[in-house]
């Protein structure tokens, strides 16, 4: 029986105590993926959640796989123990929840008032691809390099740019007080 089979059978309540109490490993098949930071972009901001939401946990566990470099298909996946498997999506699960809070930490800040009469708002229909975009710097054919930029390196530039578009903030804050000292 399929990975994915094994946990749609899963009742409710017994899935919502895995996941509440189940075992986290970030090894799998002998390879140790370490920190979901070294994911690529896309597989972090794209990939997962699409196979979360659509339950196909072998094709996140192949992608994730082949996301580090290492060719694997899926039904080579089920050839691997589902405990060791499921364990591997909670852990898989919990990184992406750290890194949601990680940015709502570091990268979230409020537009101002003029951002939003501008109607700032109305770009939140494009998701992650307004973040693909700015660092491709508008050009669409760069949008596949920057989803295969590793996480933790977007999420610098990110944080970097976010700090000085505070910084700037500031300056300008400070420009505007100055002149009308004069």
Known sequence: MSFNISLAKLSEDELKHLIENGKRISE???FDFENAILFSYGFIKEI???LIKNGNFEKLICSAFNDRGLAYQEKEISFIDHNKLLQFVL???????SINELEKTYLVSDPDIDMISAGINELNQFGILNTIDQLAGGDILKWN???KLKYSDVFDKLYKSTIESRVQ????QIMVLKNKSK
């Open 28 to 30: 799998l098949d002998g």
């Open 48 to 50: 997962v959640p699409n």
């Open 91 to 97: 852990w898989i699960k919990d990184e992406i929840e």
């Open 145 to 147: 390099e920057v989803k």
């Open 169 to 172: 903030k500031k300056l300008n």
